[in-house]
């Protein structure tokens, strides 16, 4: 990455100075609006790092996942599916294995989502998505501490009918299906927008060799929008949506002969995965005056998840999970009022209640070999209950010091009460060479009764200072503080008490940057620098653990270190160079270090002590904070030129996306560095409403491993005296797509 970093840079900064001479002076780039300090303004005005992904290069890109926004941004990384899931950028991210507060936070149509796991199904008929880098401490429901994430669906058109279809077929058996369509009710006033998607891929292109099988998954979604201009200062705004999902989630594995880029599994029965959410989002707009406005917004969320899981991953019976993760009538409430356009000082002050049940059903059945031939089945029941209520007041103030001076002052107070329970009952029975039921039953409580009722607040905010130099050239420095709360680790099976809860984390970060157009409005250079600092930082540990029986259990709770830091930069770079050719670039470095991580529990070669609960700590002072790369680059371009009479054009497209190495935690080491190659040719009438395009994604067919995870113990039962053994696999949770080729048909009405 360090020569393809000193290849790239001078490439930019020459292609910005030699543009071709044909390129015409009246040609500037389309002005980006967002909405990341809730009014609407020009990116080159905001004083943050925002990236910006339009819904018309998402599907300009055959995005169809989620996770496909890792290649359109740099420093962005999200992977995974089910409860698996992750979300990452300036190097740090959250493995949301439970209930945990995360680290990036997601907004759908201005709402947070507290289960964004139901996001990773699919993504489709999106206005604008908006990556907010570094803490969001004031004006968003939660508060967080690396990042925000905020997805827009489109709103319906009040004029006209309008609508598309679009039609993709790729390899590994892919189709998705996609259309939406706004039908007026009364003109001008009241409109609704119908969308949909349908999926259906083997994507991995993985099977699981003990089954014989190819992994696949199916998802269908839909989304209906009504829009209400009631009175020219009343606007009302309702979206539902239904997503479900259901596939095969085996875990692909390495180790014992098998290569990560196999695309393996090996368990010995099928693990699947079913999911069903509803979201239902009401926002209503009120305009006083010109200056004046207030917004209230209510969402009702329902997520309904089961997965049967093969927890051990191996093809030798070792343990077996059924999980129903139960999060329903999960309530949003915001209230802001805010002013706007007034010359020295616009403000805005809100409120904000998050209202949440879930209820989560662990069953996990453990098979054991006590030697002699004998073998004992354990079933332990383990349902977690996590009932929350989180308050939070806050103000955003923007003062305009001087025609070139701004200053923005934002402050949180925030609140969280938590109810935290997970009681294990565990039920041993012998099932061979004899059936003998009942032969022992133990009771645990997961969370500690001390801590079972939690409370925690916190002071989080904001305070920047920008500059407007010329009027093409803006920099600024900022100061914000991010938080999230704790809660309790929700375990498929019995674990040292002590990893029952965790604490909440806390983030200050510092940043420089500028925004600066150039060329005369053909180019926009955002830059920015950052250092930040995490308390209590959150770190998801793997820890082999004595049981109360003397055998070996494993887990992956979340548990506190004392201190992380992270430092990097983030720079994009949009240029028109001519009339029809456009080019964009984005480098970012992110550097994360565990700055004191003493004691902190691990799973490591030394013997595990004999006591109940006993497990081994490791220093990992100076270690990586997160898996993420440092370097982060993506490249795109398009080039199109017009065909006969001029009513339609062809056209070329690529895309770009290089990562250096990814880190495991697993293994401590280094994995994969990458760099992928997507390519678009394509035919387009003018009017945009015809447009068809064969494609091909990871075209040179990289092969990268991103992210791993340690495989607990499986019985000996080949050895008489029994007990239990490592399997000698490690389950790769995320690597690179196979190259996919396809062909995307869609039709614009």
Known sequence: ?????????????????????????????????????????????????????????????????????????????????????????????????????????????????????????????????????GPQGTLYGQASPAGAITLRSRDPNLEEVDGYIQQSFTEHSGSNTQFGVSVPIIKDQLSIRLAGMYDKNENLDATNITLGKDLEREISAFRVVALWQATENLRLRLSYHDLDDEGDIDAIVKGNGIAFDDRTAVGDFSSTMEGETDYTILTADYNFTDNLSATLQFSHQDNVLQRNWDGDSSPVQGQEQFVLSDVTGLLNYEARLASQGNDFWDWTIGAFYQKSESVTPVIVQTFGAVGGGFVVQTETTGPAQIDADYYGYFTHNTIHLTDKDTLTVGLRYMEEDRNNRQTFTSITDLIAPIQIPMVDVRSQEGVAPEVQETSDDAVTGSLKYQHQFTDNFMAYASYDRGWRGGTTNISGSVQPTIFGLFDAEESDNFEVGYKWTVLEGRGLWNFAVYYQTYSDFQYQAEVEFRNADGS????????????????????????????????????????????????????????????????????????????????????????????????????????????????????????????????????????DA????????????????????????????????????????????????????????????
């Open 1 to 133: 990455m360090k020569t393809l970093s000193r290849k790239i840079i001078p490439a930019l900064i020459t292609s910005a100075i030699t543009l071709p001479a044909a390129a015409q002076n009246s040609l500037v780039l389309e002005e980006i609006i967002v909405t990341a300090q809730k009014r609407s303004e020009s990116l080159s005005e905001t004083p943050m790092t925002v990236n910006v992904v339009t819904g018309d290069v998402l599907e300009e890109m055959a995005s169809f996942e989620f996770g496909d926004l890792t290649k359109l941004t740099s420093g962005l990384t999200i992977f995974g599916s089910g409860f698996d899931t992750n979300i990452a950028t300036r190097g740090l991210g959250t493995d949301l294995n439970g209930p945990v507060t995360p680290r990036v936070t997601v907004y759908l149509d201005g709402s947070f989502i507290s289960q964004q796991r139901a996001l990773f199904s699919g993504i489709y008929d999106m206005q604008q998505v908006e990556l907010l880098r």
């Open 552 to 687: 070996l259990g494993f887990s992956t709770p979340v548990v506190n270190i004392d201190e992380a830091e992270a430092y990097g930069f983030d720079s994009d770079f949009s240029l028109l160079i001519s009339e029809n050719w456009s080019f964009g670039a984005a480098l970012s470095y992110n550097k994360t270090e565990l700055s004191s991580a003493a004691n902190v529990p691990c799973d490591d070669d030394n013997p595990v002590g004999a006591a109940p609960d006993s497990f081994n700590t490791c220093n990992f002072t100076g270690s990586r904070a997160g898996n993420q790369p440092e370097w982060s680059l993506n490249l795109n371009t398009e080039y199109s030129q017009p065909i006969g009479s001029g009513s339609s054009e062809w056209y070329v497209r690529a895309l770009a996306n290089a990562e250096s190495e990814y880190f495991s935690t697993s293994e401590q080491r280094e994995l994969d560095s990458y760099t992928t190659l997507d390519l678009f040719v394509g035919w387009r009438t003018i009017d």
């Open 690 to 749: 015809w447009d068809a395009r064969i494609w091909v994604k990871n075209a040179f067919d990289e092969s990268a491993e991103i992210n791993n995870e340690g495989r607990p113990t499986i019985p000996d039962y080949d050895n008489p005296a029994g007990g239990s053994i490592e399997s000698g696999l490690l389950w790769v949770r995320a690597q690179l797509e196979p190259r996919t080729a396809g062909v995307t048909v869609s039709y614009n009405f």
